[in-house]
């Protein structure tokens, strides 16, 4: 039904382009309307379905702390406030790009150095990915992405832009993983539907699956979209979350190598970051779009005037990041608590008979509820998460909301980090082993008598 006014606004503003109504966005919304609270509301919902890093942020604080002059609002740092108030060039402050330049090396492992003049910033990824669509498609072209991916990218690169997303299917059978033959049938594909394919965009690590992708995927994938000459945008931003072996590569390693550096393009790479994963600050929306093309740099840097960061938390960063002891402990400690949460979280789960897609990074488990489903479709998935978040009351996202192939997996979330209280996955069981699990096994999807879901008891 309309709204009132409604039919007064432009189609951007009537569309349902921001996807708030997808599972994803609902789950939030069933989070935020009853919000779990250990002791002011212990029944509410607990919150696995943002993916927030909070878990080194005692480490921030105490660098901020110790260093009072990075901030202009203490007496030690307000002799700068003028200045930086005062500072508005779409460039930003050189030691902030200086500072993120160098954050970028060094969560690849220093084997890649960033141009901090090729360094042009944005509200978050969000931002980014936005500006980057714009650049390079007009409305109706398209962008490939891999499944299952964030489900944000349907608003950020789609809404505004008219852009559109279409998918290349990825499997369990091979954990995922991005192969030659997928992208080829997309691509083929979208010819068929008369759709020009501008570019590919990739996650690596991925969200929502915590794996990273190997050597031979990213040069596979270089090769890809040089023969077709295609843009591949590659978003980073979970490239410091990376907690074991293997190490993450970046895009920008694989475009030195030797023999993949014959055959690149390099007008046609660009990556996305952002401080929101790797230092926990999505609330600063430090994004960052890294071009190899300048033509792209320098229109990005033009339409960053719609999104720019703030000189306050650019200047404050910019202290930060330039501090290298405070950076490499940081870098290293949360990877540390992050193997740690993640080992925790997955024996918990491991002790009530879920399993989890192996990974090494990211904020999150991809979980494999298929033996939960009476028949694996789509509606028993949505069915399914109507039960986990109504009864068990546990915001956790459904497979589908990331495009995901296969109905039965579900994206994760540390509840001890999502949830702000000290927490072991043992209240997770707890959830599932209260008296809600009465009413999860009386619910039409409830797991076979023999499941160790029923059994849990931690
Ligand atoms: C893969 C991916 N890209 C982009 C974003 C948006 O990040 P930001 O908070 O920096 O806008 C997210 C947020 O969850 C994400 O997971």
Not at 239 to 262: C, L, N, R, Y
Not at 272 to 297: E, Q, T, W
Not at 316 to 334: C, K, P, R, T
Not at 406 to 421: H, L, T
Request: hydrophobic share 40%; with cysteine; proline share 5%.
């Amino acid at each position: 039904m309309e709204q009132a006014g409604e039919s007064l606004l432009s189609k951007i503003a009537r569309g349902d382009g921001h996807g708030e109504n997808s599972p994803y966005f609902e789950g939030w919304k069933a989070y935020e309307h009853d919000p779990f609270h250990p002791v002011k509301n212990p029944n509410g919902v607990i919150q696995m379905g943002l993916a927030e890093n909070q878990l080194s942020c005692d480490l921030v604080q105490q660098w901020i702390t110790s260093n009072p002059e990075a901030s202009i609002c203490t007496a030690e740092g307000v002799h700068e406030f003028k200045d930086i108030a005062n500072f508005q060039d779409y460039h930003g402050l050189p030691l902030f790009r200086q500072g993120v330049a160098k954050l970028m090396g060094r969560t690849r492992g220093n084997r890649v150095r960033f141009d901090p003049d090729r360094i042009v910033m944005s509200g978050g990824a969000t931002g980014a990915h936005e500006v980057t669509a714009f650049c390079l498609a007009d409305p109706g072209e398209a962008f490939l992405v891999p499944t299952p991916y964030y489900p944000g990218f349907d608003r950020d690169l789609r809404w505004r832009t008219g852009v559109q997303l279409l998918p290349v299917i990825c499997e369990s059978t091979n954990n995922f993983k991005l192969t030659k033959k997928a992208l080829e049938s997309a691509l083929e594909k979208a010819k068929q539907d008369n759709i020009t394919v501008k570019g590919l965009l990739i996650t690596n690590p991925s969200n929502p699956l915590g794996t990273i992708m190997d050597r031979e995927t990213l040069k596979m994938v270089v090769k890809f979209i040089n023969h077709h000459h295609i843009h591949l945008v590659s978003d980073e931003i979970y490239a410091a979350t990376v907690f074991t072996h293997p190490g993450f590569t970046s895009i920008a390693e694989i475009i030195e190598e030797e023999d993949t550096k014959m055959e690149c393009d390099r007008n046609l790479i660009h990556i996305v970051y952002s401080l929101s994963k790797d230092m926990g600050f999505p609330g600063f929306r430090v994004g960052i779009i890294y071009s190899y093309n300048d033509n792209v740099v320098n229109c990005a840097r033009k339409m960053s005037s719609f999104g720019l960061v703030s000189t306050q938390t650019q200047h404050l960063i910019a202290a930060m990041l330039s501090d290298d002891e405070f950076v490499e402990h940081f870098l290293a400690e949360s990877a540390r608590r992050l193997a740690k949460r993640y080992g925790i979280f997955c024996r918990g789960l491991a002790k009530v008979g879920i399993k989890c897609l192996q990974s090494n990074a990211g904020l999150f488990l991809w979980m494999d509820l298929r033996p939960l489903l009476k028949k694996q479709t789509f509606e028993e998935e949505m069915a399914l998460w109507r039960v986990i978040i109504h009864k068990v009351k546990i915001n956790v996202s459904p497979g589908s909301s990331f495009h995901c192939c296969e109905p039965g997996w579900f994206r994760n979330k540390d509840v001890a980090v999502a949830s702000k209280k000290p927490c072991s996955p043992r209240n997770l069981m707890l959830s599932f082993s209260s008296m809600r699990i009465d009413d999860f096994l009386m619910s039409p999807h409830s797991p076979i008598p023999q499941s160790p879901l029923v059994k849990a008891t931690t």
